[in-house]
């Protein structure tokens, strides 16, 4: 059964706090995708990185950063937490060309920062 | 900025009414892709469609893409409460070195038994 886990389900921080968001995903897949899900606004991208090492930026990556130093690990990190980062994030891993092929999601991380 | 509009934004019915969720854009996508997602889980997809005019059934789901690739709709037919759940349309566009996708503002449905 293939799958996409995420470090934690629920997360509470505190503003100013450096916090690390984990996935992993055991399908060899190139593409890897971190979305921040709000109502009314659907799925957003941060980042996403199609091979280790590289990423590129999506529609709303400012106070965001990644790393992706193996295949199978893609982290997301909040370099100082602010209020307005409330959120569900939600990673995502695929085959290469993302037009024809699934995005495999993770169960998401809610995150609360006070 | 490509945008993806979803209507309606949230939609209350009965079990075995029928249903139309609309997804619009003025963009041109290569492909469109229809997730369903439930409370406390990830999107799961449930179809994709490639072609101008394509149309795709999925049990008593109907997914059809605009002719000009520039829309879709999903229509279900006497829905159950296990419809009930968030459904995401998503384009792909060709981006600069990638495909990228964009997620449509989704439409949280209702099926009350």
């Known amino acids: 059964d293939v799958k996409v886990t995420q470090s934690s389900r629920y997360l509470v921080k505190r503003t100013g706090e450096k916090v690390f968001l984990e996935c992993v995903q055991d399908?060899?897949?190139?593409?890897m995708f971190w979305y921040r899900q709000d109502p009314g606004l659907g799925l957003r991208l941060i980042y996403f990185s199609y091979d280790v090492k590289m990423k590129e930026k999506g529609d709303i990556p400012e106070g965001y950063s990644v790393s992706r130093e193996k295949k199978e690990r893609f982290s997301l990190i909040l370099e100082s937490a602010s209020t307005n980062q409330t959120s569900m994030y939600l990673c995502a891993s695929s085959l290469w060309d993302i037009s024809y092929n699934e995005q495999f999601f993770g169960p998401g991380t809610r995150l609360t920062v006070l | 900025t490509q945008l993806l509009e979803q209507s309606p934004q949230f939609l209350s019915i009965q079990e075995g009414e029928n249903l139309t969720v609309y997804c619009n854009s003025s963009?041109?996508?290569?492909?469109l892709q229809w997730y369903r997602q439930e409370p406390g889980e990830g999107p799961v997809l449930l179809v994709t469609v490639v072609t101008g005019g394509e149309v795709k059934k999925l049990k008593r789901l109907t997914f059809q893409f605009g002719d000009a690739r520039k829309d879709s709709s999903l229509h279900i037919t006497a829905a159950q409460p296990g419809d009930t759940g968030l459904y995401l349309c998503?384009?792909?566009?060709?981006?600069?070195?990638?495909?990228?996708?964009?997620f449509g503002t989704g439409t949280l449905l209702a099926v009350q038994p």
């Open positions: 998503a384009g792909a566009y060709y981006g600069g070195a990638t495909n990228k996708l964009i």
């Open positions: 399908m060899d897949h190139e593409n």
């Open positions: 963009s041109v996508f290569s492909s």
